[in-house]
T-cell receptor, first 109, second 116 residues
Framework: GQNIDQPTEMTATEGAIVQINCTYQ??????LFWYQQHAGEAPTFLSY??LDGLEEKGRFSSFLSRSKGYSYLLLKELQMKDSASYLC??????????WGAGTKLIIKP | IAGITQAPTSQILAAGRRMTLRCTQD?????MYWYRQDLGLGLRLIHY???????GKGEVPDGYSVSRANTDDFPLTLASAVPSQTSVYFC???????????????FGPGTRLTVL
């Protein structure tokens, strides 16, 4: 079956670094997406990885290991506005996204 | 402003009533999607359309129908609403033209539906 696993909730301190992990198992693979979703709002696109390695985009970086079925989202210099849910999604062989339940990130001053 | 709009923003509906959720995009994207989001669960695909005139069933299609008469609009209809359809509904679109980055999905603001 298809499955995406990520932690339900994480807490971090303002200014610190946090890593949100995601493991995936899908029928075929056409890339791994990360989205940010603030409470009561729509998901917004953060990153896309299809090749192994690290993609850096400002304070956010995303890593992929296809052989391990593993990805992580790294957030640096955390700000209070980073408090949100972070959704991991794998694109399967039919180009459909299989979504994890999301990781709620709580930032404390 | 370019993007996706959804209507209504929220709705309370009596069980058994028919309801259509509207979705319009002005990005000329080929593909459109309807998801529902429930607490503790990931987004679940209800129906999708890869291009105008075609539709497909997602993971949870029962009780829902869609149509794609043109590129911009993708309405979702609940023929006879039931309480288990209480959820937040998101419409999304992607370029879907093939090539890097064309599968990124962009989401509308959502419709919060309560069925009593």
């Amino acid at each position: 079956g298809q499955n995406i696993d990520q932690p339900t909730e994480m807490t971090a301190t303002e200014g610190a670094i946090v890593q949100i992990n995601c493991t995936y198992q899908t029928s075929g693979f056409n890339g791994l997406f990360w989205y940010q979703q603030h409470a009561g709002e729509a998901p917004t696109f953060l990153s896309y990885n299809v090749l192994d390695g690290l993609e850096e985009k400002g304070r956010f970086s995303s890593f992929l290991s296809r052989s391990k079925g593993y990805s992580y989202l790294l957030l640096k210099e955390l700000q209070m506005k980073d408090s949100a849910s972070y959704l991991c999604a794998s694109m399967d062989s039919n180009y459909q996204l299989i979504w994890g339940a999301g990781t709620k990130l709580i930032i404390k001053p | 402003i370019a993007g996706i709009t959804q209507a209504p923003t929220s709705q309370i509906l009596a069980a058994g009533r028919r309801m259509t959720l509207r979705c319009t995009q002005d990005m000329r994207h080929n593909a459109m999607y309807w998801y529902r989001q429930d607490l503790g669960l990931g987004l679940r695909l209800i129906h999708y359309s890869n291009t105008a005139g075609t539709t497909g069933k997602g993971e949870v299609p029962d009780g829902y129908s869609v149509s794609r008469a043109n590129t911009d609009d993708f309405p979702l209809t609940l023929a006879s609403a039931v309480p288990s359809q209480t959820s937040v509904y998101f419409c999304a679109s992607s370029d879907g033209a093939g090539g890097p980055g064309t599968d990124t999905q962009y989401f509308g603001p959502g419709t919060r539906l309560t069925v009593l």
